[in-house]
Protein backbone atom coordinates (compact mmCIF):
# COMPACT_ATOMS: atom_id res chain seq x y z
CA UNK A 1 0.00 0.00 0.00
CA UNK A 2 1.52 3.17 -0.93
CA UNK A 3 0.41 5.99 1.91
CA UNK A 4 0.32 9.24 1.57
CA UNK A 5 3.70 11.87 3.32
CA UNK A 6 3.63 12.87 6.36
CA UNK A 7 2.19 16.02 7.01
CA UNK A 8 0.17 16.57 4.06
CA UNK A 9 -3.09 15.47 4.51
CA UNK A 10 -6.33 14.44 1.80
CA UNK A 11 -9.48 16.54 2.88
CA UNK A 12 -12.02 14.00 2.93
CA UNK A 13 -16.00 14.71 1.63
CA UNK A 14 -17.38 14.48 5.53
CA UNK A 15 -14.59 17.27 6.09
CA UNK A 16 -14.71 19.21 2.27
CA UNK A 17 -17.76 20.95 3.51
CA UNK A 18 -16.59 23.02 6.40
CA UNK A 19 -13.54 23.79 4.19
CA UNK A 20 -15.97 24.58 1.25
CA UNK A 21 -18.06 27.38 3.93
CA UNK A 22 -14.88 28.64 5.10
CA UNK A 23 -14.36 29.68 1.45
CA UNK A 24 -17.81 30.85 0.63
CA UNK A 25 -17.55 32.59 3.93
CA UNK A 26 -14.35 34.53 3.20
CA UNK A 27 -15.10 35.34 -0.63
CA UNK A 28 -18.89 36.84 0.42
CA UNK A 29 -17.36 38.58 3.53
CA UNK A 30 -14.06 39.97 1.79
CA UNK A 31 -15.83 41.29 -1.11
CA UNK A 32 -18.37 43.07 0.46
CA UNK A 33 -14.89 45.04 1.70
CA UNK A 34 -13.98 45.51 -1.78
CA UNK A 35 -11.16 43.08 -1.98
CA UNK A 36 -10.73 40.78 -5.39
CA UNK A 37 -9.38 37.48 -5.50
CA UNK A 38 -5.63 36.71 -7.00
CA UNK A 39 -4.24 33.54 -7.55
CA UNK A 40 -0.38 32.97 -7.39
CA UNK A 41 2.05 30.36 -8.22
CA UNK A 42 2.83 27.60 -5.69
CA UNK A 43 6.67 27.89 -6.84
CA UNK A 44 8.75 30.99 -6.38
CA UNK A 45 12.34 31.92 -6.51
CA UNK A 46 14.03 30.85 -3.36
CA UNK A 47 15.52 34.71 -3.25
CA UNK A 48 11.43 35.90 -2.90
CA UNK A 49 10.93 34.45 0.42
CA UNK A 50 14.65 34.60 1.68
CA UNK A 51 14.36 38.64 0.97
CA UNK A 52 10.83 39.16 1.70
CA UNK A 53 10.53 36.96 5.30
CA UNK A 54 14.19 37.33 6.45
CA UNK A 55 17.14 35.08 6.68
CA UNK A 56 17.12 34.40 10.35
CA UNK A 57 13.29 33.66 10.60
CA UNK A 58 11.95 30.16 11.23
CA UNK A 59 10.29 30.03 8.43
CA UNK A 60 13.67 30.69 6.23
CA UNK A 61 16.24 29.55 8.33
CA UNK A 62 14.25 25.59 8.64
CA UNK A 63 10.85 25.17 7.45
CA UNK A 64 11.34 25.54 3.49
CA UNK A 65 10.85 23.03 0.97
CA UNK A 66 13.47 24.49 -1.59
CA UNK A 67 14.75 22.51 -4.24
CA UNK A 68 17.08 23.41 -7.71
CA UNK A 69 14.90 22.12 -10.45
CA UNK A 70 16.43 20.54 -13.73
CA UNK A 71 17.15 23.44 -14.77
CA UNK A 72 19.36 24.47 -12.03
CA UNK A 73 16.77 27.12 -10.42
CA UNK A 74 16.95 27.40 -7.06
CA UNK A 75 13.43 27.34 -6.32
CA UNK A 76 10.80 26.86 -3.28
CA UNK A 77 7.47 26.02 -2.61
CA UNK A 78 5.32 28.95 -0.85
CA UNK A 79 5.38 29.32 2.63
CA UNK A 80 3.17 32.16 2.44
CA UNK A 81 1.38 34.61 0.53
CA UNK A 82 2.10 38.05 0.83
CA UNK A 83 5.76 37.44 -0.86
CA UNK A 84 4.45 36.41 -3.65
CA UNK A 85 1.34 38.56 -4.10
CA UNK A 86 3.73 41.64 -3.44
CA UNK A 87 6.20 39.87 -6.00
CA UNK A 88 2.95 39.68 -8.57
CA UNK A 89 1.51 43.55 -7.14
CA UNK A 90 5.15 45.02 -8.16
CA UNK A 91 5.89 42.91 -11.75
CA UNK A 92 2.25 43.53 -13.33
CA UNK A 93 2.66 46.88 -12.18
CA UNK A 94 -0.92 47.03 -10.58
CA UNK A 95 -0.10 50.11 -8.48
CA UNK A 96 -0.54 52.19 -12.24
CA UNK A 97 -3.90 50.88 -11.85
CA UNK A 98 -4.64 52.19 -8.55
CA UNK A 99 -2.51 52.70 -6.09
CA UNK A 100 -4.40 50.98 -3.41
CA UNK A 101 -5.12 47.54 -4.01
CA UNK A 102 -7.81 45.06 -2.00
CA UNK A 103 -6.50 41.87 -2.74
CA UNK A 104 -7.37 37.98 -1.58
CA UNK A 105 -5.72 34.10 -1.96
CA UNK A 106 -6.45 31.46 -0.68
CA UNK A 107 -4.51 27.54 -1.32
CA UNK A 108 -2.15 25.23 -0.41
CA UNK A 109 1.11 26.67 1.67
CA UNK A 110 4.10 24.31 2.62
CA UNK A 111 6.27 24.51 5.48
CA UNK A 112 8.90 21.45 6.97
CA UNK A 113 7.78 21.47 10.59
CA UNK A 114 6.92 18.82 13.14
CA UNK A 115 3.61 17.80 12.20
CA UNK A 116 0.96 17.63 15.18
CA UNK A 117 -2.89 18.88 15.68
CA UNK A 118 -3.28 21.95 13.85
CA UNK A 119 0.25 22.15 12.18
CA UNK A 120 1.18 20.20 8.91
CA UNK A 121 3.86 20.38 6.05
CA UNK A 122 1.05 20.98 3.63
CA UNK A 123 -1.54 23.62 5.35
CA UNK A 124 -4.19 25.94 3.73
CA UNK A 125 -4.17 29.78 4.38
CA UNK A 126 -6.82 32.39 3.44
CA UNK A 127 -5.61 35.89 3.39
CA UNK A 128 -5.98 39.36 2.40
CA UNK A 129 -3.71 42.38 1.29
CA UNK A 130 -4.42 46.39 0.84
CA UNK A 131 -1.49 48.64 -0.22
CA UNK A 132 -1.20 52.03 -0.66
CA UNK A 133 -3.02 53.30 2.55
CA UNK A 134 -0.95 55.07 5.51
CA UNK A 135 -4.36 55.89 7.56
CA UNK A 136 -5.05 53.67 10.79
CA UNK A 137 -8.58 53.66 9.41
CA UNK A 138 -7.50 50.96 6.98
CA UNK A 139 -5.54 48.98 9.60
CA UNK A 140 -9.05 49.19 11.63
CA UNK A 141 -10.96 48.31 8.55
CA UNK A 142 -8.62 45.34 7.97
CA UNK A 143 -9.20 43.94 11.72
CA UNK A 144 -12.58 44.66 11.52
CA UNK A 145 -13.00 42.31 8.61
CA UNK A 146 -11.19 39.68 9.87
CA UNK A 147 -13.53 39.51 13.23
CA UNK A 148 -16.75 39.88 10.85
CA UNK A 149 -15.29 36.89 9.05
CA UNK A 150 -15.44 34.82 12.20
CA UNK A 151 -18.74 36.56 13.54
CA UNK A 152 -19.81 35.65 10.46
CA UNK A 153 -18.93 31.62 10.65
CA UNK A 154 -20.52 31.98 14.33
CA UNK A 155 -17.43 31.90 16.19
CA UNK A 156 -16.80 33.73 19.22
CA UNK A 157 -13.20 32.36 19.37
CA UNK A 158 -10.54 33.65 18.46
CA UNK A 159 -10.03 36.43 20.28
CA UNK A 160 -7.88 40.23 18.58
CA UNK A 161 -4.75 40.80 19.55
CA UNK A 162 -3.04 43.54 18.69
CA UNK A 163 0.58 44.98 19.05
CA UNK A 164 3.28 47.89 17.09
CA UNK A 165 6.10 46.93 16.03
CA UNK A 166 7.57 50.05 14.73
CA UNK A 167 9.40 51.34 12.16
CA UNK A 168 13.22 52.04 11.33
CA UNK A 169 13.47 54.82 13.50
CA UNK A 170 12.12 53.45 16.42
CA UNK A 171 12.54 49.73 16.06
CA UNK A 172 16.39 49.61 16.41
CA UNK A 173 16.09 52.00 19.89
CA UNK A 174 13.83 48.99 21.29
CA UNK A 175 16.49 46.41 19.71
CA UNK A 176 19.26 47.50 21.85
CA UNK A 177 16.58 48.52 25.14
CA UNK A 178 15.33 44.41 24.84
CA UNK A 179 18.89 43.49 24.19
CA UNK A 180 20.56 44.89 27.26
CA UNK A 181 18.02 43.20 28.82
CA UNK A 182 18.48 39.75 27.66
CA UNK A 183 21.90 40.35 27.75
CA UNK A 184 21.70 40.02 31.54
CA UNK A 185 19.56 36.44 31.41
CA UNK A 186 21.30 35.12 27.93
CA UNK A 187 21.98 31.74 30.15
CA UNK A 188 18.35 31.26 30.53
CA UNK A 189 17.28 31.16 27.41
CA UNK A 190 16.87 28.84 25.29
CA UNK A 191 19.83 27.37 22.22
CA UNK A 192 17.82 28.51 19.76
CA UNK A 193 17.10 32.33 21.16
CA UNK A 194 20.89 32.26 22.42
CA UNK A 195 22.08 31.62 19.00
CA UNK A 196 19.75 34.62 17.64
CA UNK A 197 20.09 36.87 20.31
CA UNK A 198 22.04 38.73 17.75
CA UNK A 199 20.07 38.44 14.54
CA UNK A 200 16.87 38.78 15.89
CA UNK A 201 16.52 39.15 19.54
CA UNK A 202 12.82 40.35 19.88
CA UNK A 203 12.07 36.33 18.92
CA UNK A 204 12.64 35.95 22.86
CA UNK A 205 9.43 37.17 23.47
CA UNK A 206 7.41 34.78 22.01
CA UNK A 207 9.38 32.02 22.05
CA UNK A 208 7.44 28.81 22.99
CA UNK A 209 10.21 27.53 25.94
CA UNK A 210 8.42 28.23 29.12
CA UNK A 211 12.17 29.40 29.93
CA UNK A 212 12.60 31.99 27.71
CA UNK A 213 8.74 32.92 28.66
CA UNK A 214 9.93 33.30 32.72
CA UNK A 215 13.10 35.22 32.16
CA UNK A 216 11.91 37.80 29.69
CA UNK A 217 8.60 38.04 31.88
CA UNK A 218 9.38 41.85 32.60
CA UNK A 219 11.55 42.69 29.30
CA UNK A 220 10.63 46.45 27.71
CA UNK A 221 7.92 46.44 25.75
CA UNK A 222 7.78 48.12 21.84
CA UNK A 223 5.01 50.08 22.56
CA UNK A 224 7.08 52.44 25.47
CA UNK A 225 9.73 52.81 22.49
CA UNK A 226 7.08 54.19 19.32
CA UNK A 227 8.54 57.13 17.97
CA UNK A 228 6.17 59.65 17.48
CA UNK A 229 4.60 58.91 14.52
CA UNK A 230 4.45 55.69 15.08
CA UNK A 231 2.37 55.97 18.82
CA UNK A 232 0.40 58.42 17.12
CA UNK A 233 -0.53 55.99 14.16
CA UNK A 234 -1.19 53.30 16.87
CA UNK A 235 -3.46 54.98 19.20
CA UNK A 236 -5.70 56.21 16.60
CA UNK A 237 -5.91 52.64 15.09
CA UNK A 238 -6.90 51.68 18.80
CA UNK A 239 -9.58 54.80 18.63
CA UNK A 240 -11.14 53.31 15.02
CA UNK A 241 -11.29 49.95 16.07
CA UNK A 242 -13.18 51.37 19.33
CA UNK A 243 -15.22 54.07 16.93
CA UNK A 244 -16.71 50.50 15.31
CA UNK A 245 -16.94 48.58 18.06
CA UNK A 246 -14.08 45.81 17.24
CA UNK A 247 -12.77 44.10 20.55
CA UNK A 248 -9.23 43.48 21.03
CA UNK A 249 -6.76 43.65 23.59
CA UNK A 250 -2.79 44.33 23.66
CA UNK A 251 -0.55 42.06 23.41
CA UNK A 252 3.35 43.82 23.57
CA UNK A 253 4.92 40.67 23.40
CA UNK A 254 3.57 39.63 20.29
CA UNK A 255 6.73 40.01 17.74
CA UNK A 256 5.47 38.32 14.66
CA UNK A 257 7.67 35.87 12.94
CA UNK A 258 8.18 37.55 9.65
CA UNK A 259 11.25 40.17 9.46
CA UNK A 260 9.06 42.73 7.10
CA UNK A 261 6.49 43.96 9.46
CA UNK A 262 6.25 47.42 11.10
CA UNK A 263 3.65 49.52 13.07
CA UNK A 264 0.41 47.27 13.42
CA UNK A 265 0.37 43.46 14.01
CA UNK A 266 -2.09 41.21 15.37
CA UNK A 267 -2.83 38.02 16.15
CA UNK A 268 -6.42 35.99 16.41
CA UNK A 269 -6.13 33.61 19.14
CA UNK A 270 -7.69 30.82 20.95
CA UNK A 271 -7.03 28.82 23.63
CA UNK A 272 -8.61 25.36 22.39
CA UNK A 273 -6.22 24.42 20.10
CA UNK A 274 -3.30 23.97 22.80
CA UNK A 275 0.48 25.47 21.67
CA UNK A 276 -1.26 26.38 18.14
CA UNK A 277 -3.03 29.16 19.26
CA UNK A 278 -3.03 31.58 16.48
CA UNK A 279 -5.68 30.88 14.35
CA UNK A 280 -4.90 34.10 11.71
CA UNK A 281 -1.77 36.28 12.50
CA UNK A 282 -0.76 39.56 9.85
CA UNK A 283 0.58 43.28 10.50
CA UNK A 284 1.81 46.45 8.47
CA UNK A 285 4.48 46.19 5.72
CA UNK A 286 5.43 49.63 4.87
CA UNK A 287 8.68 48.73 3.71
CA UNK A 288 8.18 45.36 2.07
CA UNK A 289 7.06 46.40 -1.91
CA UNK A 290 10.65 48.82 -1.59
CA UNK A 291 12.72 45.88 -0.42
CA UNK A 292 11.07 43.87 -3.32
CA UNK A 293 12.09 46.66 -5.68
CA UNK A 294 9.14 48.49 -6.28
CA UNK A 295 7.95 51.77 -5.27
CA UNK A 296 7.61 53.09 -1.84
CA UNK A 297 4.03 52.02 -0.61
CA UNK A 298 3.15 50.78 2.36
CA UNK A 299 1.11 47.72 2.50
CA UNK A 300 -1.25 45.33 5.56
CA UNK A 301 -2.92 42.33 5.87
CA UNK A 302 -2.91 39.06 7.23
CA UNK A 303 -3.39 35.29 6.81
CA UNK A 304 -5.47 32.54 8.59
CA UNK A 305 -4.87 28.58 8.93
CA UNK A 306 -8.00 27.23 7.48
CA UNK A 307 -7.04 24.28 9.46
CA UNK A 308 -7.27 25.64 12.61
CA UNK A 309 -10.50 27.86 11.56
CA UNK A 310 -11.97 24.25 10.56
CA UNK A 311 -10.69 22.40 13.83
CA UNK A 312 -12.75 25.25 15.96
CA UNK A 313 -15.92 24.40 13.32
CA UNK A 314 -15.81 20.69 13.40
CA UNK A 315 -18.79 19.87 15.89
CA UNK A 316 -20.69 21.43 12.97
CA UNK A 317 -22.93 19.57 9.97
CA UNK A 318 -21.88 20.58 6.95
CA UNK A 319 -22.56 17.77 5.11
CA UNK A 320 -24.78 18.18 1.83
CA UNK A 321 -27.93 15.89 2.21
CA UNK A 322 -30.13 14.81 -0.60
CA UNK A 323 -33.19 16.87 -1.47
CA UNK A 324 -34.76 13.48 -2.63
CA UNK A 325 -33.78 9.66 -2.33
CA UNK A 326 -35.59 8.12 -4.32
CA UNK A 327 -36.00 3.71 -3.66
CA UNK A 328 -37.49 1.95 -6.17
CA UNK A 329 -38.65 -1.78 -6.64
CA UNK A 330 -38.13 -3.60 -9.88
CA UNK A 331 -36.55 -2.81 -13.18
CA UNK A 332 -39.10 -0.77 -14.69
CA UNK A 333 -39.41 1.24 -11.49
CA UNK A 334 -35.77 1.61 -11.31
CA UNK A 335 -35.45 3.00 -14.70
CA UNK A 336 -38.29 5.52 -13.90
CA UNK A 337 -36.17 6.20 -11.29
CA UNK A 338 -33.17 7.21 -13.32
CA UNK A 339 -35.60 9.24 -15.83
CA UNK A 340 -36.93 11.05 -12.73
CA UNK A 341 -33.59 11.63 -11.10
CA UNK A 342 -31.91 13.36 -13.92
CA UNK A 343 -34.80 15.52 -14.69
CA UNK A 344 -35.12 16.55 -10.81
CA UNK A 345 -31.50 17.43 -10.83
CA UNK A 346 -31.46 19.73 -13.81
CA UNK A 347 -34.30 21.45 -11.51
CA UNK A 348 -31.50 22.30 -9.31
CA UNK A 349 -32.46 19.45 -6.29
CA UNK A 350 -30.02 17.38 -4.97
CA UNK A 351 -31.58 13.72 -5.90
CA UNK A 352 -29.55 10.21 -4.99
CA UNK A 353 -31.18 6.62 -5.88
CA UNK A 354 -30.16 3.28 -5.41
CA UNK A 355 -28.47 1.90 -8.78
CA UNK A 356 -28.25 -2.09 -7.73
CA UNK A 357 -31.65 -2.75 -7.61
CA UNK A 358 -30.97 -3.62 -3.74
CA UNK A 359 -34.13 -4.55 -1.21
CA UNK A 360 -37.09 -1.54 -0.66
CA UNK A 361 -35.27 -2.21 3.03
CA UNK A 362 -32.09 -1.51 2.36
CA UNK A 363 -32.65 1.42 -0.17
CA UNK A 364 -34.55 3.06 2.64
CA UNK A 365 -31.59 2.57 5.06
CA UNK A 366 -29.31 4.41 2.72
CA UNK A 367 -32.06 7.03 2.37
CA UNK A 368 -31.82 7.56 6.14
CA UNK A 369 -28.17 6.89 6.13
CA UNK A 370 -27.99 10.00 3.68
CA UNK A 371 -29.98 11.99 5.67
CA UNK A 372 -32.65 12.79 2.72
CA UNK A 373 -35.03 15.51 3.24
CA UNK A 374 -37.62 13.14 1.65
CA UNK A 375 -37.96 9.54 -0.07
CA UNK A 376 -40.04 9.15 -3.07
CA UNK A 377 -40.95 5.39 -3.23
CA UNK A 378 -41.92 4.45 -6.74
CA UNK A 379 -43.39 0.57 -6.57
CA UNK A 380 -45.22 -1.76 -9.43
CA UNK A 381 -48.87 -0.54 -8.58
CA UNK A 382 -48.05 3.42 -8.15
CA UNK A 383 -46.23 3.31 -11.31
CA UNK A 384 -48.89 1.95 -13.51
CA UNK A 385 -51.03 5.12 -11.97
CA UNK A 386 -47.90 6.78 -13.24
CA UNK A 387 -47.48 8.17 -9.68
CA UNK A 388 -45.46 7.35 -6.36
CA UNK A 389 -45.20 7.55 -2.27
CA UNK A 390 -43.42 11.01 -1.71
CA UNK A 391 -42.21 10.94 2.16
CA UNK A 392 -40.79 13.48 4.69
CA UNK A 393 -38.50 11.93 6.46
CA UNK A 394 -38.74 14.31 9.44
CA UNK A 395 -42.26 13.92 10.02
CA UNK A 396 -43.08 10.96 8.69
CA UNK A 397 -45.88 12.68 6.47
CA UNK A 398 -47.06 10.60 3.11
CA UNK A 399 -48.64 12.00 -0.27
CA UNK A 400 -49.14 10.17 -3.27
CA UNK A 401 -47.74 12.12 -5.83
CA UNK A 402 -47.50 12.55 -10.12
CA UNK A 403 -44.80 11.40 -11.44
CA UNK A 404 -44.07 14.56 -13.17
CA UNK A 405 -40.79 16.33 -11.96
CA UNK A 406 -41.77 19.84 -11.75
CA UNK A 407 -45.15 18.92 -9.42
CA UNK A 408 -42.40 16.78 -7.35
CA UNK A 409 -39.91 19.82 -7.24
CA UNK A 410 -42.73 22.42 -6.20
CA UNK A 411 -43.89 19.95 -3.11
CA UNK A 412 -39.89 19.57 -2.50
CA UNK A 413 -39.42 23.86 -2.37
CA UNK A 414 -42.59 24.14 -0.01
P1 LIG B 1 2.78 29.45 14.59
O1 LIG B 1 3.25 30.38 15.65
O2 LIG B 1 1.59 28.63 15.00
O3 LIG B 1 3.89 28.64 13.98
P2 LIG B 1 3.15 31.34 12.48
O4 LIG B 1 3.46 32.60 13.18
O5 LIG B 1 4.25 30.55 11.88
O6 LIG B 1 2.23 30.40 13.41
P3 LIG B 1 2.03 32.69 10.18
O7 LIG B 1 3.24 32.52 9.36
O8 LIG B 1 1.69 34.03 10.68
O9 LIG B 1 2.03 31.64 11.38
O10 LIG B 1 0.77 32.11 9.39
C1 LIG B 1 -0.57 32.55 9.63
C2 LIG B 1 -1.46 31.41 10.08
O11 LIG B 1 -1.26 30.25 9.30
C3 LIG B 1 -1.20 30.95 11.50
O12 LIG B 1 -1.85 31.77 12.41
C4 LIG B 1 -1.79 29.55 11.49
O13 LIG B 1 -3.20 29.59 11.67
C5 LIG B 1 -1.48 29.08 10.08
N1 LIG B 1 -0.30 28.19 10.07
C6 LIG B 1 1.01 28.56 10.08
N2 LIG B 1 1.81 27.47 10.01
C7 LIG B 1 0.97 26.39 9.95
C8 LIG B 1 1.17 24.98 9.84
N3 LIG B 1 2.39 24.45 9.76
N4 LIG B 1 0.08 24.18 9.83
C9 LIG B 1 -1.18 24.68 9.88
N5 LIG B 1 -1.43 26.00 9.97
C10 LIG B 1 -0.38 26.85 9.99
MG1 LIG C 1 5.37 28.91 12.53
Known amino acids: MITGIKGFNDILPVEVG ?7 TARRVFSRYGFSEIRIPILEKTELFARSIGDATDIVEKEMYSFVDKGENQVTMRPEGTASVMRAYIEHKLYALDSMAKLYYMGPMFRYERPQKGR ?9 EVTGVNDPKIDAQVLTMLCHFFAELGLTEPRLQINSLGCPECRPRYREALKAFLKERLDRLCEDCQRRYETNPLRALDCKSAHCAEATADAPAMIDYLCAGCAEHFAATRGYLEQVGTEYSINSRMVRGLDYYTRTTFELVTGLLGAQSAVAAGGRYDGLIADLGGPAIPGIGFAMGVERVALLLKEREFVVSPDIYIAAMGEEAQSEAFRLMCALQRLGLAVEMDYD ?5 SQMRRSD ?10 GGDELAKRSAMLKAMESGHQEEVNLVPAAIALIVAR
Not at 18 to 24: A, D, M, N, P, Y
Not at 357 to 361: F, N, Q, R, V
Open 369 to 378: KLKARFTLII
Open 120 to 128: YRQFHQIGA
Open 18 to 24: VWQHIET
Open 357 to 361: GKSLK
